[in-house]
């Protein structure tokens, strides 16, 4: 083993761990939200299902490590580091900003964090930011923070 090198099955461990705190935490917050009148699925549905199979995956890398034995190189390393204080940060700001301007602004700095360009940023960013809200708001009927000031 090289020195100052972590083995595949120890990174595992490590993001075995950091994900079944997420998934934890999810699951938890995910109660925090409140239900309108008549919804029959609350805003508190979609971090539950999502909880749920990252939670398994955080099993697996946990009790099955090793898949993959190199540890990332320091690019891509801080590449990960960075995506995952951006949404972080995305979590933060999601209730003060409204998920419009959040998501438009998590998705085109993460488009960006892995290396495509500014213009395909700038349209991808925007097209998955409107198609998501118009798919929880309208099509699913779950409500989603709105920009300060604006009520629809």
Request: proline letters at 9%.
């Given at each position: 083993?090289?020195?100052?090198?972590?083995?595949?099955?120890?990174?595992?461990?490590?993001?075995?761990?950091?994900?079944?705190?997420?998934?934890?935490?999810?699951?938890?917050?995910?109660?925090?939200?409140?239900t309108?009148?008549?919804?029959?699925?609350?805003p508190g549905?979609?971090?539950?299902?999502v909880?749920?199979?990252l939670?398994?995956?955080?099993?697996y890398?946990?009790?099955r490590?090793?898949?993959?034995?190199?540890w990332?190189?320091?690019?891509?390393?801080?590449?990960?580091?960075?995506?995952?204080?951006?949404?972080?940060?995305?979590?933060?700001?999601?209730?003060?900003?409204?998920?419009?301007?959040?998501?438009?602004?998590?998705?085109?700095?993460?488009?960006?964090?892995?290396g495509?360009?500014?213009?395909?940023s700038?349209?991808?960013?925007?097209?998955?930011t409107?198609?998501?809200?118009?798919?929880?708001?309208?099509?699913?009927?779950m409500p989603?923070?709105?920009?300060?000031?604006?009520?629809?």
């Open positions: 083993m090289d020195a100052g090198r972590i083995p595949g099955v120890i990174g595992d461990r490590i993001a075995g761990v950091v994900l079944a705190v997420l998934a934890a935490g999810a699951w938890w917050h995910s109660h925090s939200f409140a309108g009148f008549m919804q029959p699925v609350g549905a979609f971090p539950r299902l909880s749920v199979p939670g398994l995956l955080a099993l890398l946990i009790l490590p090793g898949f993959n034995q190199r990332p190189h320091r690019a891509a390393l801080l590449r990960q580091v960075g995506a995952l204080l951006l949404l972080g940060g995305y979590a933060v700001f999601l209730e003060p900003w409204g998920f419009l301007p959040a998501s438009l602004v998590t998705v085109i700095v993460l488009v960006r964090l892995f495509a360009p500014w213009k395909p700038l349209a991808s960013g925007t097209i998955l409107v198609g998501l809200y118009a798919l929880f708001e309208f099509a699913l009927g989603l923070p709105n920009m300060p000031g604006l009520s629809w």
